[in-house]
C-alpha cells in the first residue's frame, strides 16, 4: 500500500490536530483502517499530524521514506526527549523546546549503564538515544532493583511488559507534546492523542481528547478509566483514532467510521 505524502500548509487553520503513538496505534489495526486514515490524512489539508513516540529519529524517518504512512509536520520522540520537525525526510531537533531535556539529562547517561549494568535480566537496547536511555527485561528481572537509581533525578517509565525507559525528570511524551503546542501557539481544544501503552498515560493526562485505542494495554485501560476526555475504542490502531475523531466532534468531514 503506496501512500503519496503530503505535508500541510501552516497558513491555514488546523481543524484537528492528530498527535499519536506509532507502534499499536497509527500503525495498528486492519490494513483497510490503516488505508482510509491514511488517505484521509493526506486528502485533508486542515489536519497535523504529529508522531509522538518511543521511537528513535532514524526508525522515523525511514519509516516515512518508505511512503508507506503521511509524513508528518512535527516529531515527539525517544519517548517525549527529541522535540522536532520533520523535513526533507529527517527528524530536525527544535533546540529552544529541547534545552531542559538536555540540561536535565547531563551527565546521567554513563551513571544510569553503570549503576544497572549487573542487573539480572536486563538489557541495553540497540538503539541509538539522545537525551534517554532505553532497556528490556525478562522474567529474572525483579523492579525494586532500580532502586540503585535513587537520588540520580531521573524518571523510570515501565512498558508494554518488557521495556524500561530511564528518562530526565518531568520529561515525558504529555510535557513534551504540550510543550510544542503552546509553541506553535495551536488550539489544545482541536488535538487528539492517541495510545496504547502505559508510555502513552501522560498524554492522556494532559486533559486533551484521547483516543485509548482497543487492544490496550490493561495498565493503560486502568490508568484512563477517570479521565473523561480519554475514549476508549473499540477499534484497534487506526481504526480507533477514526473512532476518536468521531466521538470527539473534532473534524465536520472525518474518515469514515470502521464497521
Not at 140 to 169: K, M, N, Y
Request: some cysteine; charged content about 20%.
Amino acid at each position: 500500500m503506496d501512500i503519496v505524502r503530503h505535508i500541510p500548509d501552516h497558513d491555514l487553520t488546523h481543524r484537528l490536530i492528530l498527535a499519536t503513538d506509532l507502534d499499536g496505534t497509527f500503525l495498528g489495526g486492519t490494513p483497510a483502517h490503516r488505508d482510509r486514515l491514511y488517505r484521509w490524512l493526506n486528502a485533508t489539508p486542515d489536519a497535523l499530524l504529529i508522531f509522538v513516540t518511543g521511537r528513535d529519529p532514524h526508525f522515523i524517518a525511514d519509516l516515512c521514506a518508505s511512503g508507506h504512512v503521511p509524513t508528518p509536520t512535527y516529531v515527539i520522540g525517544d519517548v517525549g526527549t527529541t522535540i522536532a520537525e520533520f523535513r526533507q525526510g529527517q527528524v530536525a531537533p527544535i533546540a529552544a523546546l529541547e534545552s531542559h531535556i538536555r540540561i536535565g539529562w547531563e551527565g546521567k547517561a554513563e551513571l544510569v549503564r553503570t549503576r544497572l549494568s549487573g542487573v539480572p535480566g536486563l538489557w541495553l537496547q540497540p538503539a541509538s538515544f539522545r537525551h534517554r536511555l532505553s532497556y528490556q527485561y525478562d522474567e529474572r528481572f525483579d523492579r525494586s532493583a532500580l532502586s540503585v537509581l535513587d537520588g540520580l533525578e531521573v524518571d523510570i517509565l515501565i512498558s508494554h511488559g518488557c521495556f524500561v525507559d530511564i528518562l530526565p525528570r518531568g520529561v515525558s511524551k504529555g510535557p513534551s507534546l504540550q510543550r510544542l503546542i503552546a509553541h506553535l501557539g495551536l488550539s489544545a481544544e482541536r488535538v487528539l492523542v492517541a495510545g496504547d501503552t502505559l508510555n502513552d498515560l501522560s498524554m492522556f493526562e494532559t486533559g486533551l481528547h484521547g483516543a485509548v485505542v482497543g487492544g490496550a494495554e490493561a495498565e493503560l485501560l486502568a490508568a484512563t478509566s477517570r479521565l473523561p476526555r480519554a475514549h476508549r475504542c473499540r477499534h484497534h490502531g487506526a481504526g480507533g483514532i477514526i473512532e476518536a475523531i468521531h466521538a470527539h466532534g473534532l473534524h465536520p468531514n472525518p474518515p469514515e467510521v470502521p464497521k
